[in-house]
């Protein structure tokens, strides 16, 4: 990165002074924690106030609001988010002092290298879900691992927790090759889509990226993927070594058998190499989420972990936060939230909805990313229309400025019936205005779309 003379390992260690930007992110708040677990004195800042930030102030860590040079005070080393470019004034002020800066990626990285265990779960989309699967399933077996998701589990109160076992467990994201910096020694694929087109050129140079990362695997190590998906396989083809797979329409070595739906819940066998390894009951509706329960499990058999684990695990997970997350009921209608924010993630939820016994599936959708929202409008627009009423949140910026000139406006010219809103506060009032009993109200996508639903279950 710059300035880095010496690996950031050197410098995470007790006593030295680390300056985090963006420090209230998803991912980069449970590292400031960790940070901090390990001895360090940690502060950082954040282009404005939240509940995550607030939460690193009750635990004594300092936070600037907005973006200074003057905010790295007497640091001894810089990490910043992959959101974070090089004209940030925190970034140029480490420059012109000579403070070396890294990115997150690498610090997880340093952090990972301490476990003889490293379950990496990687995926354009179901890490969360994945990642949260594997932590109760290490959980249940007493493994007391340590775990960083990007998100947050009930179980958890938070999206990490540190341990005293062998075992960390790591969501693993592919954008800005950020999970290249990672160690490890399982590394699952869930499945390689055309997504990050702001950075990756297309479908190939990801399917690249995935084939590096599960080369960073050791000898003794395992790649665990999805026989399903072709993109997973495709970035596998002639890997050089062995490759565990699992699937539910294809030839694996972790398939799933005698699935069927009892009180709600998906029940089935899980069968390695042909021979039971356990029987579970999964709480959670839809097909994408039997799999990411084979890839949770495939995950628990490489490491040696019984059956039992994963059918006491997987009986006790009722989702991630943000994941099909029920929020409440307004006028007679279930009101959910999902982070859904590709098309994929879209067709696997609103496929799912549709199957349950609601009226109707209306849709508070929030696109995610100007260019995204570009690249992939095709397929938005052809999953968007499976909902019955779809209402269209203005794109979230994120990371991006508007240099395309597009709006969730466009997608909607597309969408038979659907309604355009520029701000959350129309989401929230076209939702009242349009809510039945035995409706089944959706806020989906990345950003901050769920506080619409929250304003209308708070009234």
């Known amino acids: 990165m710059m300035n880095n003379l010496k690996p950031i390992s050197a410098y995470m260690v007790s006593g030295k002074r680390v300056h985090l930007v963006g420090i209230g992110g998803v991912s980069m708040c449970p590292l ?12 950082g800042s954040d282009i404005h106030e939240s509940d995550a930030v607030k ?9 600037d609001i907005g ?42 990285g340093a952090i990972m290298r301490r476990y003889p265990n490293a379950l990496c779960v990687s995926g354009t989309h179901g890490k969360t879900t994945t990642t949260s699967m594997c932590t109760h399933i290490f959980m249940a077996a007493e493994a007391d691992p340590t775990v960083m998701i990007g998100g947050t589990l009930p179980m958890l109160h938070s ?39 702001d950075f990756f050129k297309d479908l190939e140079d990801i399917e690249h990226s995935f084939r590096r990362f599960a080369q960073l695997v050791p000898d003794g190590g395992r790649v665990v993927a999805n026989a399903d998906n072709a993109g997973a396989m495709a970035a596998l083809k002639n890997l050089g070594r062995p490759v565990f797979t699992f699937a539910l329409d294809h030839a694996a070595h972790c398939t799933a058998e005698n699935l069927r739906e ?135 910026a994120a990371r991006e400025t508007n240099t395309i000139g597009i709006s969730s406006n466009d997608l909607c010219k597309q969408i038979p019936g659907s309604v355009y809103c520029s701000t959350l506060e129309q989401v929230t009032e076209q939702l009242r205005s349009i ?15 769920y506080r619409a639903g929250e304003k209308l279950l708070a009234e």
Do not use: W
Not at 187 to 192: D, G, K, M, Q, S
Not at 360 to 375: E, G, I, M, N
Not at 436 to 448: C, H, R, S, Y
């Open 262 to 396: 009892e009180d709600g819940k998906q029940v089935f066998d899980v069968t390695i190499y042909g021979k039971p390894y356990a029987h579970v009951t999964l709480p959670l509706h839809g097909r994408h989420n039997v799999l990411n329960a084979l890839a949770a499990a495939s995950s628990a058999y490489v490491l040696g972990l019984p059956g039992s684990a994963v059918e006491q695990g997987l009986a006790d997970f009722t989702g991630a936060g943000r994941r099909f997350e029920r929020k409440g009921t307004f006028h007679g209608a279930d009101v959910y939230d999902d982070y859904a924010h590709h098309p994929d993630e879209l067709h696997a939820l609103l496929t799912m909805a549709k199957e349950l016994p609601y009226h109707r599936v209306v849709l508070a959708f929030q696109p995610h990313t100007y260019s995204r929202t570009a690249k992939l409008f095709e397929r938005f627009t052809e999953e968007l229309k499976l909902a019955d009423v779809a209402i269209l949140a203005e794109i979230y």
């Open 435 to 449: 809510a039945q009993p035995g409706d089944l109200i959706l806020t989906v996508g990345a950003g901050d779309i």
């Open 55 to 63: 939460h690193l102030k009750s635990l004594g860590i300092h936070v």
């Open 159 to 197: 999206g990490y927790r540190v341990g005293k076992g062998d075992t960390i467990i790591l969501e693993s994201c592919e954008y800005c090759n950020s999970f290249l910096s990672f160690y490890p020694t399982v590394a699952v694929i869930l499945n390689v889509e055309a997504d990050h087109l």
């Open 67 to 108: 973006h200074s040079a003057e905010n790295l005070g007497d640091c001894d080393f810089v990490i910043r988010t992959a959101a974070v470019h090089d004209n940030n004034p925190e970034i140029s002020g480490a420059v012109t002092r000579g403070i070396p800066v890294y990115e997150r990626a690498q610090a997880l």
């Open 32 to 43: 400031a924690e960790v940070l901090q677990g390990m001895g360090l004195v940690v502060h």
